[in-house]
C-alpha cells in the first residue's frame, strides 16, 4: 500500500526553536499534502492544505506566518513551526493523496513538544 | 458550511458485542472514507465507498452507504480487542475538500 513517510517523530526543544518537519511519499507520487494538528483525545484539525508548486491553503484562524509550508516536489512537503512556544505543542499529522477521490494516506506524525 | 456528524462520540462494549457508528453529512457527498486511529498512533485508511446504497464488507467489519449518499455507518461484528482504537469518516464533497467527522471511540470492556 501507499506508504508516507514523516520525520521526526519526535521533537523536545525550547521556548522561540523552529522546526521543521518533513512529510515524504515513498511510493506515489503526491499531488496534494495536508497537514493536522490533533490535540489529546480530540478530532484531526485540518491546518493547511498544500499543492505542489503552489502556496499552501491554509484554514481559519492558522497563522500562516507561524506556519510556514513547503510542497517543492510531489513527494516532499514540509511544515516549520516558527518560533514555536509551549502552546504549540502538539501532535502534527501530515498526509498525502495522489489524486482528487483518493484517500488520504498518513505518516506517523511528529509529537512536538516545546519547554 | 459543510459538516459531518459522527455519533456516538464513545462506545464502550463487551469483547464479542457489536458495535457501531454512524456518520450523517449536511450536503450530498462524492465519496465516504473511513479510517481508524490505535491509541498513539496514525490514521490508516480502511475502506472508500462511492456508489448510492454501497455495502462493503471487510471480514467483521460492515460499511455502509446511504442511498442519499448523505450518511454512512461502520458496524463491527463481535468485536475483539484489536478493534480497540477511534473510527473517523471523512466525506468528499464536490470540491475534493474531506470533510472529517469528530470520530467514534471504541473502548472494549474487560
Known amino acids: 500500500g501507499a506508504v508516507v513517510s514523516q520525520h521526526p517523530s519526535r521533537v523536545i526543544c525550547k521556548s522561540g526553536t523552529s522546526v521543521k518537519i518533513e512529510c515524504r511519499s515513498l511510493d506515489f507520487q503526491a499531488t496534494t499534502m495536508f497537514w493536522y494538528r490533533q490535540f489529546p483525545k480530540q478530532s484531526l484539525m485540518l491546518m493547511a492544505t498544500s499543492n505542489e508548486g503552489s502556496k499552501a491553503t491554509y484554514e481559519q484562524g492558522v497563522e500562516k506566518d507561524k506556519f510556514l509550508i513547503n510542497h517543492a516536489s510531489l513527494t516532499l512537503s514540509t511544515l516549520t513551526v516558527t518560533s514555536a512556544h509551549p502552546e504549540d505543542s502538539s501532535f502534527y499529522i501530515c498526509?498525502?493523496?495522489?489524486?482528487?477521490?483518493?484517500?488520504?494516506?498518513f505518516g506517523d506524525g511528529t509529537r512536538l513538544s516545546i519547554l | 458550511g459543510q459538516q459531518v456528524m459522527q455519533i456516538p462520540q464513545y462506545q464502550h462494549v463487551q469483547e464479542g458485542e457489536d458495535f457501531t457508528t454512524y456518520c450523517n453529512s449536511s450536503t450530498t457527498l462524492s465519496n465516504i472514507q473511513w479510517y481508524k486511529q490505535r491509541p498513539g498512533g496514525h490514521p490508516v485508511f480502511l475502506i472508500q465507498l462511492v456508489k448510492s446504497g454501497e455495502v462493503k464488507k471487510q471480514k467483521r467489519l460492515t460499511f455502509q452507504f446511504g442511498e442519499a449518499k448523505k450518511n454512512s455507518s461502520l458496524h463491527i461484528t463481535a468485536t475483539q480487542t484489536t478493534d480497540v482504537g477511534t473510527y473517523f469518516c471523512?466525506?468528499?464533497?464536490?470540491?475534493?475538500?474531506?470533510?472529517w467527522g469528530a470520530g467514534t471511540k471504541l473502548i472494549i470492556k474487560p
Open positions: 471523512a466525506g468528499t464533497d464536490s470540491n475534493y475538500q474531506l470533510i
Open positions: 498526509s498525502a493523496r495522489g489524486q482528487n477521490n483518493q484517500p488520504q494516506h
